[in-house]
Nanobody, 119 residues
């Protein structure tokens, strides 16, 4: 199993920044990539960004391109999501998840961290 723990959420004003962290432990060698997802109240969970442990290939959803940056620290088994120019519509619970292969079917999830952006 892969255990994932998110941290770094909080309350920030519109235009502000936050950095989320996702620390992985356990069978991390079985993890191919880490993805960030978010779920706002009353909405379905949506993909935000992903990064492969090897090579660092990244992918973003259109609504965060140019504002969010995903990165990884392989020795620390940690993935970060730097969020700049935050908007109220970014308010959600943010989850990180681990995918075991290139099919990017995520099988392990963290408990989530709340991000609230006030206007």
């Amino acid at each position: 199993q892969v255990q994932l723990v998110e941290s770094g959420g909080g309350l920030v004003q519109a235009g502000g920044s936050l950095r989320l962290s996702c620390a992985a432990s356990g069978r991390t060698f079985s993890s191919y990539a880490i993805g960030w997802f978010r779920q706002a109240v009353g909405k379905e969970r949506e993909f935000v960004a992903s990064i492969r442990w090897s090579g660092g290939t990244t992918l973003y959803t259109d609504s965060v391109k140019g504002r969010f940056t995903i990165s990884r620290d392989n020795p620390k088994n940690t993935v970060y999501l730097q969020m700049n120019s935050l908007k109220p519509e970014d308010t959600a619970v943010y989850y990180c998840a681990s995918a075991p292969n290139f099919l990017m079917s995520y099988d392990y999830w963290g408990q989530g961290t709340q991000v609230t952006v006030s206007s």
